[in-house]
């Protein structure tokens, strides 16, 4: 079993819809990152959480750290072809290794 | 952030042959990790490379199949040892600690193995 659970595992969506990603868990981690992947290469960061209830904008995306830092969203405004990949959370506990979510396939259709 | 760079891109191996991949950072790191993963799919921790002793091993992988070395605190090595065609994926380094705060990790490109 994964310690963290994403969801939905695939979205496909047309060119301007919003979407959001889930990514849960019963533990609490003192932080949590958010990763998007292309074919052919290694995970990009987008963004890291620390504080229970943050949230933090990158242009069109929005990132928020649950209050009891168990769980993540990424929201998507306007979503556009170049969004599309394989989106993944990561959680940090006790300053040691990360655990990674299941992963979400986002495929944005122009 | 952290430059992380990977020899070599792929490779294709023969069965019962090893491989060692390299993981270089551009600046110094507190932890580094390897990790494997399956195209379109989420990572699988390897292990933990630990600068001036042993690696640490998830459950399900073993030191005598996966050796890594960490001689310093900026480069480590993973070597697939007598490989099978299961052991065809994608091989991933990470590095924490290098810019800002240690709550973030870095990827390198990845290492695309063929094993026939």
């Known amino acids: 079993t994964q310690l963290l659970e994403q969801s939905p595992q695939f979205l496909s969506i047309q060119e301007g819809e919003n979407l959001t990603v889930y990514c849960n868990s019963s533990s609490v981690f003192s932080s949590l990152q958010w990763y998007r992947q292309e074919p052919g290469e290694g995970p990009v960061l987008l963004v890291t959480v620390v504080t229970g209830g943050e949230v933090k904008k990158l242009k069109r995306l929005t990132f928020q750290f649950g209050d009891a830092r168990k769980d993540s969203s990424l929201h998507i405004t306007a979503a556009q072809p170049g969004d599309t990949g394989l989106y993944l959370c990561a959680g940090r506990r006790n300053f040691n290794k990360f655990y990674f979510g299941s992963g979400t396939k986002l495929n944005v259709k122009p | 952030s952290a430059v992380i760079s990977q020899k070599p891109s792929r490779d294709i191996c023969q069965r019962g042959t090893s491989l060692t991949i390299q993981c270089q950072v551009d600046?110094?790191?507190?932890?580094m990790f390897w990790y494997r993963q399956q195209p379109g799919q989420s990572l699988t921790l390897i292990a933990t490379a630990n600068q001036g002793s042993e690696a640490t091993y998830e459950s399900g992988f073993v030191i005598d199949k996966f050796p890594i070395s960490r001689p310093n605190l900026t480069f480590s090595t993973l070597t697939v040892s007598n490989m099978s065609p299961e052991d065809s994926s994608i091989y991933l380094c990470?590095?924490?600690?290098?810019?800002?705060?240690?709550?973030?990790?870095?990827f390198g490109p990845g290492t695309r193995l063929l094993v026939l």
């Open positions: 990470s590095a924490d600690g290098a810019g800002k705060g240690q709550e973030t990790q870095y």
């Open positions: 600046s110094q790191v507190t932890m």
